[in-house]
């Protein structure tokens, strides 16, 4: 018998919603020219489930495909690179509109900054999306990666010329690493979408830069004839992802907000356990973290995104493996007519989170508490595609972490 979700609605007292500005439209407006001047930039597709949503009985399924992001198959390389322009054009007394990739790839940016060494902790797409980025931009990357790292993830980073290690412990203790290393290194840089107290503004700059695919989202869905979702289904690790689409599309539809669902890998599932405390403080989840959802396998949570999240979201979910599993498996084979979306293990948990709370009247009052039915118009996020092309297929062909 499989492990239950857990779930909760959102019951914390508010706080003064200071944060909620880092994802102001203007703010990730300016993410957006500056992604848009990347000659490797294009919108990734937001496919349309509707056999799918017709089953589970909801007016509309939209998902996005980050699997098509600039080549690297999963979203991360839109915070790191959006920070390190942020951080140039900082250290130049420059706005970050003039950080053009033009400008950051020319021997005029070698003359008037030189060069810094960006230092990151990840289970893989944040680290090859720094990687990628300092690569490009005449840069160095050094990258840390937490005990059980998949070894071609391992290889996709290694192939932008970074540094890159799997250490012997955790992500937090990895960044911890990689904080103390850059401290000690000249013109070293913490490029970490982990915030913790002194450390914010970069962790804000990268959520501004995740505001990209949300900005791109919303637009889609205008063009699809959905003009506002009612359900925004977002994954957390640190919360920095969920905090950046709660964040965005909370000031985009200030008067009439959609309900943000938050889900989380069950051993890692620390916004969880501070939505269930109830007090408004964030709380910690430690361990080796072992989960399938590797990109959420995060215990301390991103303080500027829990702020967003504690006043914004409607429930927080405590997800199981199978439950990602299931989602990976319904979004490569859809219903009939949908198209097929390539979704890796942390990418797939929302379609079966949405699957589950439709079709199994064990979450009946879930489905109630956030009114999810036919008039509901769902969005969600496929964050990465087959990153470990091992794992996925030993999931969706060879039915690992079954549901039943």
């Keep these: 018998m499989n492990q239950p979700i857990k779930w909760v609605l959102n019951r914390m007292p508010a706080s003064d919603d200071r944060h909620l500005e880092v994802m102001s439209t203007q703010n990730v407006a300016k993410a957006q ?14 496919a349309r489930l509707d056999g799918m949503a017709a089953r589970l009985g909801l007016g509309s399924l939209c998902v996005k495909d980050e699997s098509y992001r600039f080549g690297l198959n999963a979203f991360k390389v839109l915070g790191g690179s959006f920070a390190m322009g942020r951080y140039i054009a900082q250290e130049l007394g420059r706005d970050v509109s003039e950080m053009t990739y033009g400008y950051l790839t020319s021997e005029k940016l070698r003359e008037e900054f030189g060069q810094a060494t960006f230092f990151t902790a990840t289970d893989g797409n944040h680290g090859r999306g720094v990687a990628w980025a300092a690569n490009r931009l005449g840069q160095k990357a050094v990258v840390h990666m937490p005990k059980g790292s998949a070894k071609s993830r391992f290889d996709n980073i290694a192939r932008e010329g970074a540094q890159v290690t799997i250490e012997e412990v955790n992500y937090d203790d990895c960044v911890r690493m990689a904080a103390a290393e850059a401290a000690q290194t000249e013109h070293g840089v913490v490029v970490q979408d982990t ?41 957390a690790g640190v919360g920095s992802l969920a905090g950046a689409v709660v964040g965005y599309f909370a000031n985009l539809y200030p008067e009439n907000p959609p309900k943000f669902i938050v889900m989380e890998a069950r051993i890692a599932d620390c916004l969880y356990q501070g939505a269930k405390a109830g007090d408004g403080a964030p709380r910690m989840v430690g361990g080796d973290l072992q989960t399938i959802m590797a990109g959420l396998a995060c215990g301390e949570p991103n303080t500027i995104s829990w702020d967003i999240l504690r006043n914004h979201a409607a429930a927080f979910l405590s997800c199981p493996d199978w439950v990602s599993a299931k989602g990976m498996r319904m979004l490569a084979a859809p219903v009939k007519g949908d198209p097929a979306v390539c979704s890796g293990e942390s990418g797939a948990v929302g379609m079966g989170v949405v699957s589950a709370i439709m079709e199994d009247d064990g979450y009946k009052d879930l489905r109630e508490a956030l009114e999810l039915g036919r008039d509901s118009r769902v969005l969600m996020f496929s964050t990465e595609g087959d990153t470990d092309p091992d794992k996925y297929r030993e999931i969706v062909w060879g039915g690992a972490y079954p549901t039943a």
């Design 195 to 235: 915030a913790w107290e002194g450390y914010e503004e970069i962790p804000a700059w990268i959520m501004q830069g995740y505001g990209t695919m949300a900005g791109e989202a919303a637009e889609q869905l205008k063009a699809a004839g959905v003009e506002r979702p009612t359900h925004v289904f977002v994954q």
């Design 33 to 46: 020219a500056f992604h848009r001047s990347f000659p490797q930039y294009n919108p990734t597709p937001l």
